[in-house]
């Protein structure tokens, strides 16, 4: 397949050529890095007014099904869909089950919808190593809402604001942290904070748990002048408060828009992934040389076994550049 073959696919939403586009960026093979340059490269020069939507929180608060209910909301609207699954990866074996396309049984069937499951790789934040990339695809694709859901790390989660529009929180009904907690924690990066499970048993507490993150929200951010955060509670299971959810970000849209705009989240997003790109290409170029990964080993060894200390060894280690 040529990259001309590969542009016309993902601009004619072949979904089976989006996928091979996206495995292409995620492969260490060199001559797939290439051509996934120059995909990136074209795939670039098509604008696109999509809305990247991040879905954080804890493992087991219902990301999976939320994108799922969610995700068949907008299709139903005529909205075509893109869900970006990231998966944690093992740290002992480095796999991953890739198992949150199975909890979105009615988008997997929707002709408008796209998912795509990820490993979490070496990537701290909860995202993907080419989770941006993987986004610029689908939005050439035609994706007009792109939903990211994080690996759902708890409060290091952050990574996900710097490379969507709007980030949700999903909190479960009686997740009532510390106020400390919170304010160390993802609770500050969200511009929403869903609580989800808003049914049977757990809707009275589900109610109680809204009301004290509303009370967070006004005390973290106050009124600076900015959008202030909303909080709603959903049932995914039910469909309740799935609705309010997509017209909430469609004022949040409103309020960008007279705000600025998007071009200016845009310019944001690229300089961070410019830098972040950056020091990717840095440490590959760095551990690529022969003579330097050596010397890291070595460094390494006398680390281990005490001979000098870690911060030393490491300045030593950059010196050997300038050799």
Request: one cysteine or more; glycine letters at 12%; proline letters at 2%.
């Amino acid at each position: 397949m040529t990259v001309a073959d590969c542009i016309r696919g993902i601009r004619e939403n072949d979904r089976a050529i989006l996928g091979k586009a996206i495995t292409m960026i995620e492969s260490s093979n060199p001559d797939h890095q290439k051509m996934a340059l120059e995909i990136l490269a074209e795939i670039g020069k098509f604008q696109t007014a999509a809305i990247r939507i991040g879905l954080t929180g804890a493992p087991g608060v219902g990301k999976s099904t939320f994108a799922d209910a969610f995700g068949t909301h907008l299709t139903s609207l005529g909205k075509k869909v893109a869900v970006l699954a990231v998966d944690p990866s093992s740290a002992i074996s480095g796999g991953s089950i890739l198992g949150d396309k199975t909890r979105m049984q009615r988008l997997t069937r929707d002709e408008l919808a796209f998912i795509r499951p990820s490993p979490s790789g070496k990537t701290a934040g909860g995202i993907a190593r080419r989770t941006r990339e993987t986004i610029l695809l689908c939005e050439a694709a035609g994706y007009e809402v792109v939903m990211v859901e994080t690996v759902g790390v708890g409060q290091g989660e952050t990574a996900v604001r710097s490379m969507v529009d709007f980030n949700l929180l999903l909190m479960q009904p009686g997740s009532g942290d510390d106020l400390q907690a919170i304010k160390r924690g993802i609770v500050e990066t969200a511009d929403a904070i869903l609580v989800s499970k808003n049914d049977g048993g757990f809707r009275s507490i589900a109610n109680q748990t809204k009301t004290h993150f509303e009370g967070v929200m006004r005390m973290l951010r106050g009124s600076g002048g900015g959008w202030e955060p909303v909080v709603l509670a959903c049932s995914s299971v039910e469909g309740t408060g799935i609705s309010e959810v997509w017209e909430m970000i469609l004022s949040f849209s409103g309020f960008i828009e007279k705000a600025g705009g998007m071009a200016e989240i845009r310019r944001k997003q690229a300089l961070i992934w410019y830098e972040d790109a950056v020091r990717e290409l840095l440490e590959e170029r760095f551990f690529g040389e022969a003579k330097m990964a050596e010397e890291y080993e070595l460094l390494k060894t006398k680390v281990l076994a005490g001979e000098i200390q870690a911060v030393v060894a490491a300045r030593e280690l950059i010196g050997g550049l300038e050799k």
